[in-house]
């Protein structure tokens, strides 16, 4: 199962899971589709940063829905 480390599982459109920059240490998780992949790397180990459609910003942690 795709959790969010690599670039390519990562589609615009997708249902993800991101921790935000300020919930790194709740670890509180935000629901949303993402709008814009913003990490240039193939890899990264604490998740690919992605933009939802509602404009939040942060690092994938798992990935909801699969096409």
Known sequence: M???RNRNDIKIGL???IVQKQDQRTGD???GFVKKILTKSSFHPHGIKVMLETGEVGRVKE???ED
Request: no cysteine; charged share 35%; proline share 8%.
């Open 2 to 4: 795709p959790d969010g």
């Open 63 to 65: 990935i909801l829905e």
């Open 29 to 31: 998780l935000t629901n």
């Open 15 to 17: 249902e993800v899971e």
